[in-house]
């Protein structure tokens, strides 16, 4: 799956040659199964043609076998966005196993196809049934990259962001003890929640990993994962709208969900088609809803700007929001320190032009009531500032011998 496809695919067909030749039907149904695994995300109906066959010949033959290939459609299906149809196919693979008694019971198997169920159940959300899954699977099998990757993309689809990084580090811990690809899927949701967490620069560092590790792999959809996040990552960073045609245009298979991360839209999106990639379009969304939800609750201004205001420097009267020019709108409504002073430097600037506020002023503006030394202040003062810049600022606030002011050549103006 890494870079050697066509040559694993070439291997696999002449085993199921040979297997056929002899009538070893075990080994027919594995190569058919280990084939529609290879060709899930490339060729999904060729796909589901070999999987289909494999389940029939593991019935037949009453064995786990039979499992396995349904738990691969049930991907398969994923992928195709058919949910109904995954959690068919996944909940006759958990019954399968289940039916297997005693010794014989593969139990880190059915451990694996438990979760997958759970993850359906999420994604319908259906999080009790999913929650009773997990606990049947962890404790059978406690220790899973698979099983706390589930977790994780309960706790970010539920929008518990804290709980989901912490399971997705869990998950690339435990994948990379193991090798191979697993890693890349924990990581690239790890740093999905980063972006949302505004650890951006983090998050973009995760994701050129898993840019490399995929390069010349068949993860059709993870790569496009990958290549929409760093779109998205970048914008974060650089403290800008992002450009939707550039995401879409980034990201293939994805391009329908994708292009609904308009930050300059606060319009109902319209759902994206039914047969794309059904994990990665309900984790987008519940991002695209919490991201919506969050931009009114900090009163961010809807919509784009008028075209004749894009080069101010607009701030929100009691310095809920800010926006540089020709940039997006930044929520400080969770910084109280930061409003103060935002206020207090635009009223300034809007006063006394070119006059600084000096150190003491903006102690007695950011911590009004508090006895607090000068170099306390002062400590206090220059992260404050750093904070400011961080969130956008940049090189508006200007230090100017005594203190700061807004830069004199920007325009600004403050707004309900």
Known sequence: ?????????????????????????????????????????ESPQQAIAFLSEAAELGRSQGTSDEALALETLASVALNCGSLDESLQHAKKAVLVLRATSGEKRPAAQLARSERLLALIHILRGETGIAESLLASADSASPSSWWGAFVRGSLAQIGGDLPVAESRYRESISISEQ??????????????FVLIERDCSQEALAELIRCQVALTGSIEVIWKAMVEGLIVLAHARIERRAVNVSEIAASTGVLAPIFSLVDDDDDRTSPAPPADTPAFERVVIESYITRAQSRKRRSGLPPG?????????????????????????????????????LLVGLALQRIKNPGVPLTIEQLRAIGWPG???????????????????????????????????????????????
């Open 1 to 41: 799956r890494v870079s050697r496809h066509m040559e694993a695919r070439a291997h696999l067909t002449r085993a199921l040659e040979m297997a056929r030749g002899i009538g070893d039907v075990r080994t027919i149904s594995r190569m058919l199964a280990l084939l529609g695994n290879l060709l899930g995300e």
């Open 304 to 340: 784009r700007v008028e075209s004749d205001r894009e080069g101010c420097l607009l701030i929100q009267n009691e310095g809920h929001w800010f926006r540089p020019p020709r940039g997006v709108a930044v929520s400080c409504r969770s910084r109280p320190t930061i409003r103060l």
């Open 178 to 191: 193991n090798g191979g690809l697993a890693s890349i899927h924990p990581r690239t949701m790890l740093a």
């Open 370 to 416: 508090e006895s607090i030394s000068l170099e306390s202040a002062k400590h206090r003062l220059r992260t404050s500032m750093a904070v400011l810049r961080k969130l956008g600022m940049g090189d508006l606030l200007v230090w100017v011998d005594t203190g700061y002011v807004l830069a004199p050549d920007t325009m600004i103006e403050m707004t309900p």
